[in-house]
């Protein structure tokens, strides 16, 4: 009952935010917002929690819900080329690292979020504000990378995935999250340090406008999949779906606005 509760406040949360905001997004992205938003709602009902680490199981979909939310709306003004997807992106921040330290797991994700994210999403926010469009400053201008910067960005990635997951392999966190399955914990490990290094990719294309962005996205969206199905976490699915489908738009929409300016 508790958790149909939840989820229920979540789904009214969501409504509330497109009827609030109407005029601010098309009826595609209120469709998509709403639907997400009642997805991961019953997603919620059918996949409750249990209590992990001694932590409550109705306080961890409260987490997982929350997340959800912040994220699609994030990625929603991403798309739109809002400079105010950095303000929401510091709540998800905040969020995302009170969800590694309750289940005691993910520490490579949580670093790079403290460290990384954080200070990332405040100078975001104040280039963004340096670079509005000339013609509607409610968008921002953004641009596409070149061949040479992609293939070192790849390297880098790879490297970062085996030094950093090799490290965390070392450390017992000590978590319930796996059943005391080793080797679900490292593969799990290898998972959340890949997961970092695109992030940190992502925030730094973010940073700059660059489109490459959302392929960036992509990856981050479906290694996180495959960690919420190794961990149990099936509500979060419904938000990888988001990211999925939303990432598609936002690539086609900034493809389109480079295009116009190019042209």
């Given at each position: 009952?508790?958790?149909?509760?939840?989820?229920?406040?979540?789904?009214?949360?969501?409504?509330?935010?497109?009827?609030?905001?109407?005029?601010?997004?098309?009826?595609?992205?209120?469709?998509?917002?709403?639907?997400?938003?009642?997805?991961?709602?019953?997603?919620?009902?059918?996949?409750?929690?249990?209590?992990?680490?001694?932590v409550n199981g109705t306080i961890i979909m409260f987490l997982y819900l929350l997340d959800t939310l912040l994220n699609i709306l994030c990625e929603l003004l991403i798309s739109k080329q809002s400079k105010w997807n950095f303000i929401v992106s510091?709540?998800?921040?905040?969020?995302?690292?009170?969800?590694?330290?309750?289940?005691?797991?993910?520490?490579?994700?949580?670093?790079?979020?403290?460290?990384?994210?954080?200070?990332?999403?405040?100078?975001?926010?104040?280039?963004?504000?340096?670079?509005?469009?000339?013609?509607d400053d409610s968008l921002?201008?953004?641009?596409?990378?070149?061949?040479?910067?992609?293939?070192?960005?790849?390297?880098?990635?790879?490297?970062?995935?085996?030094?950093?997951?090799?490290?965390?392999?070392?450390?017992?966190?000590g978590t319930d999250l796996f059943g005391g399955n080793e080797r679900?914990?490292?593969i799990v490990c290898y998972l959340d340090a890949c997961v970092s290094a695109v992030a940190v990719a992502n925030g730094v294309f973010i940073l700059l406008r660059f489109r490459e962005q959302w392929i960036a996205w992509y990856i981050d969206a479906i290694l996180e999949a495959v960690i919420n199905i190794l961990s149990g976490q099936f509500v979060l699915l419904i938000l990888k779906l988001g990211y999925l489908t939303n990432t598609t738009y936002g690539y086609i929409k900034w493809t389109r606005y480079i295009k116009s300016k190019n042209e």
């Open positions: 009952m508790t958790n149909f509760i939840l989820a229920a406040a979540f789904s009214v949360i969501g409504i509330l935010i497109m009827v609030i905001k109407r005029k601010t997004f098309t009826t595609y992205e209120k469709c998509w917002f709403i639907g997400i938003t009642v997805l991961a709602s019953i997603f919620a009902v059918i996949f409750p929690e249990e209590d992990i680490n001694g510091v709540f998800v921040e905040l969020c995302e690292i009170a969800m590694c330290i309750v289940l005691a797991y993910r520490f490579a994700t949580m670093a790079t979020t403290l460290f990384f994210w954080l200070p990332c999403d405040i100078i975001s926010f104040i280039t963004w504000n340096k670079h509005p469009d000339r013609e921002t201008e953004v641009r596409t990378l070149t061949g040479k910067q992609e293939v070192l960005l790849i390297l880098g990635i790879v490297v970062w995935t085996i030094g950093v997951g090799y490290l965390l392999t070392l450390i017992d966190f679900l914990e490292i």
